[in-house]
């Protein structure tokens, strides 16, 4: 019996047991203690942002972008069809609508050329995501945005590591989220982080993370009590979460190269199948590098797809497919709308499977190679 090979492996990289010792000996669980003050101080350094706050999700970073882009119902915010709910969510739940438009065919990132057509006077917002890892085309996105008073949103789940012209994700547009769900790069199980570039915004943003009070004026010792300021929610992890994250954050550098090798290896091993039209591998322009964080193929069409899947699955191999388009899906249609026809998503999505690659995948990948390899060839 051969082993199975899941999509994803959680694994740790370091310091993880001896900081939660840390931690507990350090008598302080709840947050904003040693520890999260540690990973912010790293994530600052990483994104190239002036401000980052830990959160307990990508999920809760994207509401708190929300709230901070000052959304009310009628307002609208333009977003891809092809990403996770959370980014729709954080819209919807300020009453506001997303407006889903195409990605482009080759970065499936949001396509800069289907945003002007989107706006309306009710528009307040361009909620980026940088699919795969690889940063979306960010001077085009601000420049629209500039143009038409928009705020930009990074959605960077995938993205920490990863650059725009020499520029790290997480300092490219207003405010950024990202994820260290068990399934990125850097992880903490659930996790994540905002960084806000307006400094005008960061003295709120510590407000809303904190139930909406000044606390974290208070621990500076700038106010002597703290009270309710504004709205807000409990938005920041313990510390527990926070000393597990550091340890994968002060390894982020070897955890990105070992991705980036795997990442190397399935592009080399594809190439020549890639080259004679078999299969479309992952594309991005000399304006930015990746992370590792997703190797992805894409199929002739839908029947191709499956059956891939299925062999692989066959073969003890997990690949998954990715986003149903927030279009098409009953929550999308119930709260947001369409502009465009967003055939490159859905099209996308019914040729897109994604092969495993975590950091202890090892020569492993080379049975998924083979695998693949030989269907592709066998059904050619
Ligand atoms: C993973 C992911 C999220 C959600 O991250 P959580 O930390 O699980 O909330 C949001 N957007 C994108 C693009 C993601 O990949």
């Given amino acids: 019996m051969m082993n199975r090979i899941p999509f994803n492996k959680p694994s740790m990289v370091g310091c993880e047991f001896s900081f939660l010792e840390e931690a507990l000996e350090r008598g302080q669980l709840s947050g904003d203690g ?50 996770f709910v959370s980014t729709a969510n954080a819209v919807v739940l300020r009453g506001a609508t997303p407006v889903f438009v195409d990605i482009d065919q080759h970065s499936l990132n949001i396509d800069p050329n289907q945003i002007e057509a989107a706006i309306t006077p009710q528009t307040r917002a361009i909620f980026a995501v940088h699919y795969a890892g690889f940063p979306a085309e960010m001077d085009r996105l601000n420049q629209i945005a500039q143009a038409h008073g928009l705020m930009v949103i990074e959605d960077a789940a995938q993205a920490l590591g990863s ?5 790290p994700a997480g300092s490219l547009g207003d405010i950024a989220a990202f994820s260290f769900h068990e399934t990125k790069n ?35 010792g700038q106010v002597d009590r703290y009270t309710w300021v504004d709205i807000g929610s409990s938005f920041l992890p313990g510390e527990l979460v926070a000393a597990f994250l550091f340890a994968q954050l002060e390894q982020e550098e070897v955890i990105r190269q070992a991705r980036l090798a795997l990442f190397g290896r399935y592009q080399n091993a ?23 964080h997703m190797f992805y193929l894409l199929m002739r069409d839908i029947d191709d797809r499956d059956a891939l899947i299925g062999h692989l699955r066959e073969a003890g191999i997990i690949a998954p497919l990715h986003y149903v388009p927030l279009h098409s899906a009953p929550g999308g249609r119930r709260f947001g709308r369409a502009e465009g026809d967003l055939s490159v998503t859905d099209n996308t999505y019914s040729r897109l499977i994604r092969l495993p690659l975590y950091l202890t ?15 592709l060839s066998a059904n050619a």
Avoid at 42 to 64: N, Q
Avoid at 272 to 281: F, I, P, T, Y
Wanted: glycine share 8%; with cysteine.
């Fill in 186 to 220: 850097i992880i903490s199980g659930e996790g994540g982080a905002i960084t806000v570039n307006r400094r005008d915004l960061v003295e709120r943003a510590e407000i809303i993370r904190e139930k909406g009070t000044n606390r974290s004026r208070f621990l500076r």
């Fill in 270 to 292: 594809f190439a020549d199948l890639a080259q004679q039209e078999r299969v479309v591998l992952p594309w991005h322009s000399d304006d930015v590098t990746g992370n590792g």
């Fill in 34 to 83: 040693y520890f999260t003050k540690r990973c912010n101080e790293r994530i600052v350094k990483l994104s190239g942002s002036p401000a980052a706050l830990l959160t307990h999700s990508c999920t809760a970073a994207l509401e708190m972008a929300g709230i901070l882009c000052d959304l009310k119902p009628g307002d609208e915010v333009i977003m891809p069809s092809f990403t």
């Fill in 163 to 167: 650059t725009y012209k020499g520029r």
């Fill in 361 to 375: 995948l090892g020569d492993e990948i080379e049975r998924v190679i083979d695998v693949t390899r030989s269907w």
